[in-house]
């Protein structure tokens, strides 16, 4: 069977309006929600529906619940477990310092007798698939991360996501994919490799050391990669729609920042075209001068004018070529 490709969990990024942008492409076969907080969940936030809004394919949404009160985090479980869903998954693996403050994320991972209690409690709650996003730890221990994921499987998680680096490196240094298939051969559980895949083959290749692999700031990059990784895995299924064989990066950018005014709330437009535009200018070849120019604008018509403008002086930038076409050396 196909190992399943994971949109991951990206805070401020992975929502509705970055869901339908991929879905233009297609072969992404779950997207998790970005961190949801389980208290503010439970105590009805404002931005709460657009949170979980569950568009377009809710039977394929994984929602990703943050928190470090069981009692909270389980009233959440049973809040989302109303809804349709592939899944719900809990952040152990977040490293930034205002969420291990308050005992959340990664800072599980310090206590599998408190982690595995959790896990005991939300099974009661749900009979969804529970997964676990996490990282190797607070150390570089292999043998101590074998023992919390077992704890956890024993407790009734039904998927571990690695994302082979210490709580410690963040981004730094290069993922241990290695310990992913350490990991999925000492577990009963299907196990998914997460960490700075950079394109197509990479992805077919780590694919085979995995049940599923994640994706996440490649994505926002080229939306349509996983589409090139399944083509590229089985180029001769015939049940597929073709992948494009050119992008149009002006046209591309313009509908997200249309998904964006018409899916998430005002407030969030200028965070989240910022946070999105940071990545997917790298197609260009003056990134850092066209992510200058779009983060000091405000509103999303300024900055669908700026990225057209940009495409207007560089007009030999704004069609991306992914296979060969006819005529083209
Ligand atoms: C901007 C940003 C926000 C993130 N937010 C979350 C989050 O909400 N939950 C989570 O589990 N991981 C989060 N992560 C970590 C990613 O899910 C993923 O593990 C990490 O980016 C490595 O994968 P990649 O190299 O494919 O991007 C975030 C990463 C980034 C860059």
Request: proline share 6%; with cysteine; net charge neutral.
């Amino acid at each position: 069977m196909a190992v399943s490709f994971l949109l991951a969990p990206m805070a401020e990024l992975s929502h509705r309006a970055l869901r339908e942008l991929i879905e233009i492409f297609g072969a992404c076969d779950e997207y998790f929600t970005e961190m949801i907080s389980a208290s503010a969940l439970i105590s009805g936030g404002p931005f709460e529906a657009w949170y979980t809004d569950p568009g377009p394919c809710p039977q394929r949404l994984v929602y990703q619940l943050v928190g470090s009160d069981p009692e909270q985090i389980a009233a959440a479980v049973s809040l989302l477990d109303t809804k349709e869903c592939a899944g719900i998954d809990l952040n152990m693996g977040c490293s930034a310092p205002a969420i291990v403050r308050t005992g959340a994320g990664v800072r599980w991972m310090a206590s599998p007798d408190r982690a595995g209690a959790l896990i005991k409690l939300l099974r009661k709650r749900t009979k969804r698939r529970l997964s676990v996003k996490l990282r190797i730890g607070m150390e570089d221990d292999f043998e101590y991360l074998v023992e919390f994921c077992r704890r956890l499987e024993s407790e009734g998680v039904e998927r571990i996501t690695l994302h082979p680096r210490t709580a410690r490196e963040k981004f730094k240094r290069r993922p241990r994919w290695e310990y992913v298939s350490l990991l999925r051969s000492a577990l009963h559980i299907p196990v998914a490799g997460n960490g700075d895949i950079a394109d197509a083959q990479e992805l077919v290749r780590r694919a085979e050391s995995c049940d599923a692999i994640m994706v996440g700031r490649l994505a926002l990059r080229s939306p349509w990669f996983f589409a090139q990784a399944r083509h590229l895995e089985n180029p001769d299924a015939g049940n597929r729609p073709p992948i494009p064989e050119s992008i149009d990066l002006e046209e591309l950018g313009l509908r997200f920042l249309e998904l964006l005014a018409q899916y998430q709330p005002r407030e969030f437009h200028k965070s989240r075209a910022h946070r999105f535009f940071s990545y997917f200018c790298d197609n260009f070849t003056w990134a850092t001068y066209l992510k200058t120019r779009l983060s000091r604008e405000t509103e999303l018509s300024a900055m669908a004018a700026l990225l057209s403008a940009y495409c207007q002086d560089h007009p030999e930038e704004r069609t991306l070529y992914l296979t060969p076409s006819p005529g083209r050396a």
